[in-house]
């Protein structure tokens, strides 16, 4: 059987995620079989995500297993579907309203436990290495972890889903509850769960041990990066501004640490830097003049202010945050303080008139997911009659939109980043309606 040393939670109080499932009920087993020895004090806890049919049935059940093994339990309904924002899936807002609800659950002593296990962290890798992740990202589910001031612990982490079935089995556990999404490959973590990583263990017989000692090396490399990007840290924490030159001259290893640890330190919460952020950043002349204030966009409502080449925070004006908007099959959503709308509509003589407001495309040429974000120093357009892209500045400026508002206009782009609409402005000359066109996507932009 597998490494379980639960030594180290001597006399802690351990809150354990319990779905209901063969890891959490495994896992539960596990901490409360030496709870007494160490003095543990557990307390299980179900999220409700109201997801399934059945999910009630599984938050009686888990009330029902801690009752008889004298456990402590609560449960909580989250409201998953009600809660998303226009960026997230339903995965993503699951998780954010989890660790909203742990930050409210788990005092700093205490710890969360979880029941990840070797299968899970190998698929996480899969989805980051996907998603573009370095080390650091790609390491991300580690055996001890602080996110949002609340320290989460997987003490499962080496071990195999079937290594936990055989364990429960051993200690007399014959049922527990199966999630039934976990047979939908809709979901990204369960296409590499039940298709990718069988066929790859099928063919390389090496790969299921390999790729996790591959994960532990990994992470051997993320945690001395992140050791010295904090070292580095130091020399501009506490400061109300970091040079941006400090910034642009440590390797691009360090670059991106060191930045998250210095939004972190100003922010209060933890921001995570994208490849467009660093991109523009490392182009930035560092000796940007007196008289000029660059504005550069974070996510959620603040934003990067760039002066005398030093960067500081800006919370002047809240600045919309990016979404991904599927608009063949969301309506509309909000984007600060505007509501977007689409409609598509069979050409016809008798169409919607084109405004500053309202953008008409033809719809086969647009891609099924836009993204919206607000205006970035340096945003080119290309626009009808022109033969070079047009700076976005001068269309504010021809448009008469005052400098303090420009972060609140919605910018459409295609997911190679084209601008194809400078919402309440002017629209590019991309998608144009023709005769050959078919169907008109209508975009339309309300308060």
């Not at 080119?380 to 700076?391: E, P």
Request: proline letters at 5%; one cysteine or more; aromatic letters at 8%.
């Amino acid at each position: 059987m597998c490494r379980f040393d639960p030594s180290g939670l001597c006399g802690k109080k351990v809150y354990v995620g319990f779905s209901g499932g063969a890891d959490s009920t495994a896992l539960l087993l596990l901490l409360s079989e030496c709870a007494e020895k160490l003095k543990l004090t557990l307390h299980a806890i179900h999220f409700d995500h109201q997801l399934r049919n059945d999910s009630a049935d599984d938050a009686c059940w888990c009330e029902e297993f801690c009752k008889n093994k004298n456990i402590p339990f609560s449960k909580f309904k989250l409201d998953v579907t009600g809660t998303m924002n226009g960026a997230e899936g339903v995965e993503a807002a699951a998780r954010r309203l989890r660790l909203n609800k742990w930050r409210e659950l788990v005092e700093p002593s205490a710890l969360a436990a979880l029941g990840h296990h070797r299968d899970d962290r190998v698929e996480n890798l899969m989805l980051r290495l996907c998603r573009g992740s370095n080390v650091s990202g790609l390491t991300s589910m580690r055996r001890e972890a602080q996110i949002n001031g609340v320290n989460f612990i997987r003490p499962l982490l080496d071990w195999s889903k079937d290594e936990i079935v055989s364990y429960l089995h051993s200690v007399g556990i014959d049922s527990w509850r199966e999630d039934s999404s976990n047979n939908d490959n809709d979901f990204r973590r369960n296409f590499f769960r039940n298709r990718i990583m069988p066929e790859i263990y099928a063919a390389l017989k090496f790969a299921e041990k390999g790729v996790p000692h591959s994960i532990d090396a990994l992470e051997q490399d993320a945690l001395l990066l992140e050791e010295l990007a904090q070292k580095t840290f130091k020399s501009v924490s506490n400061l109300p501004g970091m040079p941006l030159g400090f910034l642009q001259k440590q390797h691009p290893a360090l670059k991106i640490r060191v930045l998250r640890l210095w939004l972190a330190e100003q922010r209060g919460a933890d921001i995570i830097p994208d490849r467009r952020l660093m991109e523009r950043l490392s182009a930035l002349p560092p000796d940007v003049s007196s008289g000029e204030t660059r504005y550069i966009p974070l996510k959620g409502t603040t934003r990067l202010k760039l002066r005398n080449g030093v960067l500081r925070i800006d919370h002047d004006i809240p600045v919309p945050e990016a979404v991904d908007w599927h608009w063949q099959t969301q309506e509309q959503l909000s984007f600060g303080n505007y509501t977007i709308r689409a409609e598509v509509l069979e050409k016809t003589t008798d169409m919607p008139e084109p405004g500053r407001f309202r953008a008409c495309f033809d719809a086969d040429n647009i891609p099924e997911v836009l993204t919206l974000r607000s205006w970035w120093e340096g945003d080119r357009m290309g626009v009808s009659g022109r033969c070079n892209q047009v700076k976005l500045k001068k269309l504010f400026s021809d448009a008469g939109v005052p400098a303090e508002e420009k972060q609140s206009y919605p910018v459409f782009t295609l997911p190679n980043g084209e601008i194809i609409w400078l919402g309440g402005v002017r629209r590019s000359d991309f998608g144009l309606v023709s005769e050959e066109t078919i169907r008109v996507l209508c975009l339309s932009i309300g308060v």
